[in-house]
């Protein structure tokens, strides 16, 4: 059972930051065990890959609209993956969720098997 927890959401101005964590809590497996990705939902459109990030961090994959904006990183310590976001756009605006998994690569939805429920990130022009 993997329970994902994000938070950090919130509202920005074009050009901003933030920093969006996933918190995870699980039993029987080692967070440094899961592939952890962030995907984002933008009202009226379906679900996108945003960023992921291998088991030891050793690899990252950003999809082409986020690369040089986003970074994704982990602490398997803290059992925490995060995505920091810096020169936001409006069309960054979505719900932003974190997933966890155990394939590499992994930009398909169809690669994680736990999500969590979404923290809304909103981009002002």
């Known amino acids: 059972q993997v329970q994902l927890v994000e938070s950090g959401g919130g509202l920005v101005q074009a050009g901003g930051s933030l920093r969006l964590s996933c918190a995870c809590a699980?039993?029987?497996?080692?967070?440094?065990?899961?592939?952890m990705g962030w995907f984002r939902q933008a009202p009226r459109k379906e679900r996108e890959f945003v960023a992921a990030i291998s088991w030891s961090a050793g690899s990252t994959y950003f999809a082409d609209s986020v690369k040089g904006r986003f970074t994704i990183s982990r602490d398997n310590a803290k059992n925490t993956v995060y995505l920091q976001m810096n020169s936001l756009k409006p069309e960054d605006t979505a719900v932003y969720y974190c997933?966890?998994?155990?394939?590499?690569?992994?930009?398909?939805?169809?690669?994680?098997?736990?999500w969590g429920q979404g923290t809304q990130v909103t981009v002002s022009s």
């Open positions: 997933a966890g998994g155990s394939r590499w690569p992994a930009m398909r939805q169809t690669s994680y098997d736990y």
């Open positions: 699980a039993s029987g497996r080692t967070f440094s065990s899961y592939v």
